[in-house]
């Protein structure tokens, strides 16, 4: 799974050259990506959002803690220089069901309010990835009202 991420957020094929279909993949590696993304958004990928990171790897896709840092060690290495948004969120849309995709929002918002508050940056993204897997305003609107529910006061709506 570590090397398929690396390969989606670069951009490789099999060989290590480039391949326009690399993001037809595993629509888990492209939910890590965009969370990774996310957490990035604001310019600090702080240990608050590394935290809530891996505790939605492991809790949504059942992977143990060694998988979770290795994924977001690689995550993180690969994103500096990626700008695949659509391939991420293609793949995601393509491969998660809707109740998934709206997980997938929740788990954005997540992230975003991982220090306490929404980063414009990161609000934005979570917009146009709504946009982008076919998620209304609305129901992204009621996944960031259900995440705020379960943050409670420590998190500031935006």
Known sequence: MIERIRKLMLGLGGDGEAAPDAAEDDPQVAAVALLIEAAVMDG??????????????????????????????????????????????????????????????????????????????????????????????RDSGTARKKVLARLGPSATPS
């Open 44 to 137: 600090d990928f702080d240990e608050a959002e590394r935290h809530v990171i891996a505790g939605l790897l492991k809790h949504r896709f059942g992977l143990d803690p060694g998988a979770v840092e290795d994924l977001i060690g690689a995550g993180e290495e690969a994103v500096e220089g990626s700008n695949q948004l659509y391939a991420f969120t293609r793949v995601v849309k393509q491969g998660f069901d809707f109740e998934q995709r709206i997980g997938m929002i929740e788990m954005l918002w997540e992230v975003a309010y991982a220090d306490g508050q929404v980063h414009d940056f990161e609000a934005s993204l979570v917009r146009r990835v709504s946009g982008l897997i076919h998620v209304s305003d």
